[in-house]
């Protein structure tokens, strides 16, 4: 008997619309019919698509139901067992479409300067989700109360393995995340201009966004060596050359980057935050200043710091993740649902 899994997304884009993807083509290996529905209308591949109109933001009273409306009609024709939804908006999408939705949210926090009504309208919906969804996950551990964690693997990890640790040159250090406001892309350009004063060194920055053009105009300003390369789908030749890899940000879920870089042999330098907490327990550096940060860039520029470093966090990642994560335990509690158990 035919199971069909509707996935909705507020975006195909990022870490969110990965695990998305990642999430659709796990269960349509496992003898599910899937389908997306997302603001996307040239997903590759052989997924169907149902578009909707998403508006900006949930707080768009008539985007809101003009995009219900649309995900209504595609539920008609489908005819899922199961909705999940990525991310909040989608949620209250699939809530006025009809039904109980299952939803996972990849993060949970606020950049400086958003509108207190967002923030307020955010925290209801925070609080109002797992009394109203038959499951309401959360990618990072003791983020939300009543979510349930659920640990997210990266689609790559099944990709590559551990990679050899750059045998000599400039110690070189990899920013792999987007230039946007939720991440901190300029702090570290002005780290690695800090750390340089007291060795050589060189960056990486392999992401784009809004924010580019202006991480760009700093590096050229403090005069770091910084070559950008822009979205990188291949990552594995960019780690390869690199010594540790940065991420830092406002907020996170379970960021993919840093499971790849751990993956790879990588030591990580990451925002004090639960989920970068949770992946490297006392394989990484966590820091929240940008001198802090510049400290661990010349720490890291030992190499056998470095490479020991990076030997522990290979080991910690494939303690704490599978490469399947977290999709049979999903299965299994859509199964519930189907059987009318939850």
Not at 4 to 23: F, K, M, N, P, T
Not at 108 to 135: D, K, N
Not at 252 to 263: F, Q, R, S, T
Request: aromatic letters at 6%.
């Amino acid at each position: 008997m035919s199971r069909r899994l509707l996935i909705v997304a507020d975006s195909v884009e990022g870490g969110l619309g990965e695990l998305a993807h990642s999430q659709a083509a796990w269960f349509a290996s496992h003898d599910w019919e899937v389908a997306l529905a997302s603001g996307a209308t040239d997903v590759s591949g052989s997924l169907l698509v149902y578009p909707l109109s998403l508006p900006p933001t949930a707080l768009d009273v008539a985007g809101m139901r003009q995009a219900a409306r649309e995900l209504r009609a595609a539920k008609r024709v489908f005819r899922p067992d199961v909705v999940h939804c990525h991310g909040l908006r989608s949620f209250g999408i699939a809530l006025l479409a009809g039904g109980r939705p299952f939803v996972t949210l990849h993060g949970a926090g606020t950049v400086p300067g958003e509108p207190l009504v967002h923030r307020a309208a955010r925290r209801i919906a925070l609080a109002m989700a797992p009394r109203i969804a038959p499951g309401a996950f959360v990618v990072a551990p003791d983020l939300l109360p009543r979510w349930r964690f659920l640990a997210h693997a990266s689609s790559r990890l099944a990709t590559f393995d551990l990679l050899p640790f750059p045998s000599e040159g400039t110690p070189t250090f990899l920013w792999l995340g987007r230039l946007a406001l939720p991440k901190r892309p300029e702090m570290f350009i002005e780290a690695l201009a800090i750390a340089s004063r007291q060795i050589k060194m060189a960056g990486i920055v392999a992401g784009s966004g809004p924010l580019e053009r202006r991480v760009r105009e700093l590096a050229c300003r403090l005069n770091v060596s910084v070559r950008f390369v822009g979205h990188a789908s291949e990552i594995v030749p960019l780690l390869s050359e690199s010594w540790a890899v940065v991420l830092l940000s406002w907020f996170e879920g379970l960021p993919l980057a840093i499971e790849e870089a751990m993956w790879a042999g990588r030591p990580v330098v990451s925002s004090r935050l639960p989920g970068p907490a949770w992946l490297l327990g006392e394989c990484g550096t966590l820091a929240n200043s940008v001198e802090s940060v510049a400290e661990m860039l010349v720490r890291l520029a030992d190499p056998n710091v470095a490479r020991t470093l990076g030997e522990a966090a290979a080991e910690r990642i494939r303690s704490v993740i599978n490469v399947d994560d977290p999709w049979p335990a999903l299965e299994a509690i859509y199964s519930k649902k189907i059987n009318g158990q939850l």
